[in-house]
């Protein structure tokens, strides 16, 4: 069984410039939710999609959107990037969203290592 | 106050020490609980859940939870240097919420 998949692994970009990953879920997961992950502020919550909708977002700037495709594929967008976007951007899949059990934990992907210069 | 708050580490300890690693939770509807062991430069990859109070043995790893505390424990036996990792503690409830992470360290 495939894991999840990001795309692209690695990339540089400069102040000012815009970015789109990639994110394709575990086959027969629907939800998925992004991260932001910094040495100094860890794990962070950006969204989750389930379903095509957007079901929760975290505490950042409108600069960061995303969305979800039929297929339960994903994407996100950072525009006007900033320095401080640097980070590794981790996507994450789990069955169904809001249902809390053992069969439900999220599974990462190896993630979409940013760099802002 | 954060919903999952752990112990920041780093941790560094002598190759088969026992590792206790923690977390601590604020919300009383949290019912299932995860560690998540993650490797330089890797995602997070799922370690083992728990559901309730009560412990979770599997090979050298046993997470412990204590609801009436509202405490989140992983232990390691006979630690090994391929331990070395950031150990991530996590519950969900609508949806997930991670502690910050604990970065060990097993030197041979």
């Known amino acids: 069984k495939a894991g999840v998949t990001q795309t692209p692994r690695y990339l540089i970009k400069t102040r000012g410039q815009q970015v789109t990953l990639s994110c394709s879920p575990i086959s027969g997961h629907r939800s998925v939710s992004w991260y932001q992950q910094t040495p100094g502020q860890g794990l962070q919550f950006l969204f989750e999609y389930f379903s095509e909708t957007q079901r929760n977002k975290g505490n950042f700037p409108g600069r960061f959107s995303g969305r979800q495709f039929s297929n339960s594929r994903s994407e996100m967008n950072v525009s006007t990037l900033e320095l401080g976007d640097s980070a590794l951007y981790l996507c994450?899949?789990?069955?169904?969203?809001?249902?809390?059990?053992?069969?439900?934990?999220?599974?990462f992907g190896a993630g979409s290592r940013l760099t802002v210069l | 106050q954060k919903e999952v708050e752990q112990d920041p580490g780093p941790l560094s300890v002598p190759e088969g020490a026992i590792v206790s690693l923690n977390c601590t939770y604020s919300?009383?509807?949290?019912?299932?609980f995860m560690w998540y062991r993650q490797y330089s430069r890797k995602g997070p990859e799922l370690l083992m859940y728990?559901?309730?109070?009560g412990n979770k043995e599997d090979g050298r790893f046993t997470a412990q939870v204590d609801k009436s505390s509202k405490y989140i424990s992983l232990f390691i036996r006979d630690s090994q240097p391929s331990d070395s990792a950031t150990y991530l503690c996590?519950?969900?409830?609508?949806?997930?919420?991670f502690g910050s992470g604990t970065k060990l360290n097993v030197k041979p």
């Open positions: 728990t559901y309730s109070s």
């Open positions: 994450a899949s789990s069955l169904v969203a809001g249902i809390s059990s053992g069969a439900n934990v999220l599974t």
């Open positions: 996590a519950s969900n409830f609508n949806k997930f919420y």
């Open positions: 919300n009383s509807a949290f019912q299932y």
